[in-house]
């Protein structure tokens, strides 16, 4: 069973976040075999990027959503770590400003879909208006429960203009989560990551589990999936997430493009530039020669 088929959520599902083990690495019991695959996958996406950045019909939108210490940034900096950076785009969705929340939950993504040929990935997304919106109760219910139809129609929409669309719920467990609090706190060099909300926002764990649970089972589709990556162990989480991103970007069957100018006619002119460069040579006397051949008179 691959990774796209195991750890995709069925849309309008009984999800239980329960039923999901954050420490799984399925068959992997080695890190350094993983490593491996996981070298490979990246190489895999490196030359399918260069396919779709060629092609420049289509896009990729990568989700990834998670509570906080999942591992979206270590993701991003492994995972497409092989990537050419002029084709890929990363949009950090945080507090929302006051012009932000002036407009629709929407407005503020859409100056960040990703451009064709592009890949862009939401680091938090447009899913947190289902999130930490309900866990707060920034909006009442009859607000934020509508808004699951308008996530499906946006990414429908998407979808329609050639971008295709793969989401990720890095699945960590609390106790995996304070170990990596603790690190934080023992590496002076992570010491600006902490925050007084890693706290705050745990005593919420229950709350974010039911948030999570409604959010994927009511907005996965086969047009834009939602996978649940067991993301305890970093390099099982880096896997599973490159493996599913080259897959899928094999699956889009992407194609170098057909080259819009005559190549005989630029081959011709070529070989003509090629010969010109010799004449000039033949011409060229370099002045060294120039002295040493008056010397030798």
Known sequence: MGF??????EPDSKLKLSRFNPADTGKYKDHEVAAAETRHHIARLQKLQYKLYAEAQRSLLIVLQ?????????????????TNPQGVKVADFKEPTPIELAHDFLWRIHPNEPAKGQITIFNRSHYEDVLVVRVHKLVPKSV?????????????????NGVK???????????E????FAA????????????ESDYTERELWESYTEAFQDALRLTSTKEAPWYIVPSDRKWFRNLVISKIVADTLDDMNLKIPAPKIDLEAIRRKYHAAKIEQKQDEKQ????GELEEGVKAD
């Open 4 to 9: 796209k088929h195991k750890y995709f959520v």
């Open 66 to 82: 998670g509570l906080d210490a999942a591992g979206k940034d270590g993701t991003i900096r492994h995972v497409m770590s092989g």
């Open 144 to 160: 934020w429960s509508k808004r699951y139809d308008r996530i499906r129609q946006f990414e429908e929409l998407l979808s329609e």
């Open 165 to 175: 669309i793969i989401k990720f719920f890095l699945h960590i467990s609390p106790e």
């Open 177 to 180: 989560q304070l170990q990596r």
């Open 184 to 195: 934080r706190l023992d590496d002076p060099d992570r010491n600006w990551k902490i925050s």
């Open 284 to 287: 060229h006397v370099v002045p």
